[in-house]
């Protein structure tokens, strides 16, 4: 069973528009909503795919009463905690081309009592657990260490912790040592405080993380698939997208694929690729079937001077010399 925790739920909403001038009234061709949040985007991709996983989340006001409906239609298992302030909506406007303009709210305001009570779901729901997907950013009120608290304790139960998030509670997560980490490419030279231009360095950037606490670093890369560093080696993992859609959720898609592939080495790279190929191809932010015929290309022996695509991952500070935790 997987066990994934989003602290920072959502109802995302995604409109299509034929391009996005600044100040204009713009006419929407058309748009959905979806229940979202990352880790809420975990359990539904695998659950989509006939792999037990539950989602602990807070609930509170309108939008969070929809959410917990639309996960009841899903018939996700989840453990709701219900919370004073009111679940945010987040917008993706989608051009033809596939880009993506997100807003995403800040969310609300989590008392102390609601984040333990949170926290405490967490704890009493590790029986049979494998892995625990501690997923997104955190609403005001959460204390920073909260993910490196829960890696902890989840270890002392024999649970597999994986996080995915950015900025300071990624930063303060390296000190609860997590089994995986899954930044993408800007995520990942924020927190090494560097550029990061090649396939290269992004393995010396993932080793340094390793260093400073995760066993293992899973670098989603966008159009340039994946890289996975561990204790053993350094993979890499890419596969051609037919028709590329929207990339909203697609690295929820990678880490759901890495977990169900057996969350450690080649195999579950390969099928974090196969994942996330198939998200970008689907709109919006679930995906309901991965093509078993999908090709990834896996390779020990990848060019580390190969330049990634999407270059622009530079960082917004000048990196930390202090220890996380
Ligand atoms: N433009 C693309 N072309 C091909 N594959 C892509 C593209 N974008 C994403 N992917 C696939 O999806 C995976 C995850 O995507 P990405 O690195 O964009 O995650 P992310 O930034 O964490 O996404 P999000 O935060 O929206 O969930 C990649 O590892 C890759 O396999
Ligand atoms: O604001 P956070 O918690 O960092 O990210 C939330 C979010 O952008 O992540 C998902 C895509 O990964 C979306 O469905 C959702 O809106």
Same mark, same amino acid.
């Given at each position: 069973m997987i066990l994934t925790l989003t602290l920072n739920p959502s109802v995302d909403r995604t409109v299509f528009v034929d391009a996005l001038p600044r100040g204009a009234v713009i006419r929407s061709r058309r748009g959905w909503s979806e229940p979202s949040g990352k880790g809420v985007n975990v359990a539904l991709a695998l659950h989509r795919h006939g792999v037990p996983a539950t989602a602990v989340l807070p609930v509170g006001g309108q939008v969070?009463?929809?959410?917990? @409906?639309?996960?009841?239609?899903?018939?996700?298992?989840?453990r709701q905690v219900a919370i004073q302030g009111e679940i945010r909506s987040n917008i993706s406007l989608v051009e033809p081309d596939g880009t993506v303009t997100k807003v995403n709210e800040p969310g609300p305001v989590l008392r102390a009592d609601e984040t333990e009570a949170l926290v405490r779901t967490v704890l009493d729901n590790l029986a049979d657990v494998a892995w625990l997907a501690c997923c997104g950013s955190l609403?005001?009120?959460?204390?920073? @260490?909260?993910?490196?608290?829960?890696?902890?304790?989840?270890?002392?139960?024999?649970?597999?912790?994986?996080?995915?998030?950015?900025?300071?509670?990624?930063?303060?997560?390296l000190a609860g040592r997590p089994d995986l980490v899954k930044p993408n490419a800007h995520e990942l030279a924020h927190l090494v405080g560097r550029p990061l231009r090649t396939l290269g360095d992004v393995v010396d950037a993932a080793r340094e993380v390793r260093g400073l606490g995760a066993e293992a670093v899973l670098a989603s890369l966008g159009p340039d698939g994946a890289l996975?560093?561990?204790?053993?080696?350094?993979?890499?993992?890419?596969?051609?997208?037919?028709?590329?859609v929207s990339a909203v959720g697609a690295g929820d898609a990678a880490l759901a694929g890495f977990l169900h592939g057996g969350g450690r080495g080649a195999a579950a790279l390969r099928t974090a690729v196969a994942w996330g190929t198939?998200?970008?191809?689907?709109?919006?932010?679930?995906?309901?079937?991965?093509?078993?015929?999908?090709?990834?290309?896996?390779?020990?022996?990848?060019?580390?001077?190969?330049?990634?695509?999407?270059?622009?991952?530079?960082?917004?500070? @000048?990196?930390?010399?202090?220890?996380p935790g």
């Open positions: 969070g009463g929809q959410l917990s @409906e639309m996960l009841g239609r899903a018939e996700l298992p989840v609403p005001d009120g959460v204390p920073v @260490e909260v993910y490196a608290r829960l890696a902890r304790a989840a270890r002392d139960r024999g649970v597999r912790v994986a996080v995915d998030t950015s900025g300071e509670p990624l930063w303060a997560s996975l560093v561990d204790a053993d080696e350094a993979l890499h993992a890419e596969a051609t997208v037919a028709r590329m198939a998200a970008v191809q689907h709109e919006g932010t679930l995906f309901s079937a991965v093509d078993p015929d999908q090709a990834v290309l896996l390779r020990s022996d990848f060019d580390r001077a190969r330049r990634l695509r999407d270059a622009d991952a530079v960082p917004g500070h @000048e990196g930390r010399s202090d220890p």
